[in-house]
């Protein structure tokens, strides 16, 4: 069993993870603002189902992995820290954009707005190469199951992005204006999720090799 001190922990990587700039933020709030708060929650329902791909995806893929080859955590470890650390980049870099500047799109039908949630997300290497990276520094082989681990992060995972997703395309028109009025807090908020990934990429570095 995951002990609270790392789901807690793994929730705050996940928040990080939802608010970081990528295409699933970005379309939902394209399309809140676009098209009205329905069509945000819509897509969102599909963009859910697309983390379900990469959950049971990643589960499977972790147990195999660990039972097989004794090194794959010290591997995955180094992977996952790069990655966050790359994440952090993207947020700093120069450039770079908010997570909170929409886009324009045109109107949906209902079952095409959520097909394209679900393709947006599904096809997300953000969240692919989250689940395969960071997954495996949160699961310990002496707790149990691996593949029911996986599963408990996932779920923790599916359940922070819901709710800040839900939010932000109920209120995403608001969000973007206050935001487009208050354009240095786009800066902060890119520099502190970044500082905060690179944080999170030297714990991982720093914890003591897992027999596994």
């Not at 995955?76 to 870099?93: F, T």
Request: net charge positive.
């Amino acid at each position: 069993m995951i002990t609270l001190q790392d789901l807690l922990i793994f929730a705050a990587a996940s928040l990080l993870l939802v608010l970081t700039p990528g295409p699933n933020m970005i379309y939902l709030i394209s399309r809140s603002i676009c098209q009205g708060r329905k069509a945000g929650v819509i897509s969102l329902v599909g963009v859910v189902a697309g983390f379900f791909v990469h959950l049971f995806a990643a589960a499977a893929g972790l147990t195999a992995v660990f039972l097989a080859v004794p090194m794959a955590y010290e591997v995955l470890k180094w992977a996952g820290a790069l990655y966050l650390l790359w994440m952090a980049w993207q947020a700093i870099k120069p450039g770079a954009r908010s997570p909170f500047e929409a886009q324009q799109l045109a109107p949906d039908s209902s079952r095409k707005l959520m097909l394209m949630g679900f393709l947006t997300s599904a096809l997300n290497p953000k969240i692919a190469v989250f689940y395969l990276s960071v997954f495996p520094q949160f699961i310990t082989p002496e707790h149990g199951s691996i593949f029911f681990q996986s599963i408990a992060l996932g779920l923790t995972q599916i359940s922070v992005s819901f709710t800040v997703n839900l939010l932000i395309a109920l209120f995403a028109a608001g969000i973007a204006s206050w935001f487009v009025n208050n354009p240095t807090w786009l800066a902060v908020q890119r520099y502190f999720m970044g500082f905060v990934l690179a944080a999170l990429a030297v714990r991982l570095l720093s914890e003591p090799k897992r027999m596994v």
